[in-house]
């Protein structure tokens, strides 16, 4: 049996909450392929006392309650992963999940999706006592400037996004590089790599998540990447729709007016939605053009 290219264990009080989130659709069938492998852990399981106590009042006084650090300690302890200075070597990382962590991106996916393990651990309450992330953890991620019930939600964000980017989980991975706030290389851009390999491999007895030499190199020479941008439209069939038609670039058969337009669209949708974008990303002198005569408009 071919081992998972990334193995993902998930520290929670609520295991039943997965069900849902990792039975459908991506993250399924690159279980079902092996490609990934995910643990569910339940934090109570790591309690001595008759409540299965998880949570205690903070020193200092306070409203809420706080993770205690002990079954968080033990918890992890017991799925043997590296110590802590040495998880960069190995390809591991204990991630706590924490509105105070760094905010979560595509490009933070991609370099978790290089990892061979991680372990996240579900915040809940008030927090978790600060030993956990200093001492424990080595990174904390937020997937949002906000307040969630709990960690549980943005576990499986991390999940769904991570588990996409591995070899062999997408249909044709070269789509991956093609969508809103992508900037570089995906991981799986080498198909000779040793993971492309161990995912042609293990999915090889499922036409679905199959990938081949050409879905890997290639993409149609008429799409464009979103370099940081946001994405850019998308029409399909019917080519009318109670009046309202596709672009007429997009059926003449044209491939360089498609980059264009596609191009010219992206930086459109990004100026109206996401400005912001626009400092982070390289802009040639066309697509300064491209921008001024949009504001023009």
């Not at 998880?87 to 760094?102: E, H």
Request: proline share 5%; aromatic share 6%; charged share 30%.
């Amino acid at each position: 049996m071919v081992k998972a290219l990334v193995q993902i264990d998930v520290i929670t009080i609520f295991p039943n909450f997965f069900r849902g989130p990792l039975d459908y659709g991506i993250v399924r069938r690159a279980r079902e392929a092996g490609l990934v492998k995910i643990d569910i852990h339940d934090l109570r399981a790591f309690t001595r006392d008759r409540h299965h106590t998880v949570d205690d009042r903070p020193f200092g006084g306070g409203a809420g309650m706080v993770l205690k650090p002990e079954p968080m300690f033990e918890c992890v302890e017991s799925l043997k992963v590296a110590a802590r200075e040495e998880r960069g070597v190995v390809k591991q990382s204990v991630i706590l999940l924490s509105a105070q962590g760094k905010r979560f991106d595509q490009k933070l996916a991609s370099e978790l999706a290089e990892l061979e393990r991680m372990v996240l651990i579900c915040g809940r309450y008030e927090g978790v006592d600060e030993r956990v992330g200093t001492y424990l953890a080595d990174r904390e991620i937020s997937i949002g400037d906000y307040i969630l019930s709990g960690g549980e939600l943005g576990a499986a964000v991390i999940v769904d996004t991570v588990t996409r980017l591995i070899p062999g989980a997408v249909g044709n991975q070269a789509s991956t590089r093609q969508e809103s706030f992508v900037t570089g290389p995906e991981v799986g851009d080498d198909p000779s790599s040793d993971r492309n390999v161990r995912a042609t491999r293990a999915s090889s007895s499922d036409k679905n998540v199959r990938p081949t030499q050409t879905e890997l190199q290639s993409g149609s020479d008429s799409t464009c990447s979103s370099g940081g941008l946001l994405d850019y439209p998308h029409y399909t069939r019917p080519a009318d729709f109670r009046g309202m038609k596709v672009p007429e670039v997009l059926v003449n058969g044209n491939h360089n007016e498609i980059k264009r337009w596609r191009r010219r669209s992206a930086l459109e949708k990004t100026l109206q939605n996401r400005p912001d974008l626009l400092d982070r990303v390289p802009l040639s002198e066309e697509d300064r053009s491209l921008l001024a005569a949009s504001d023009e408009h």
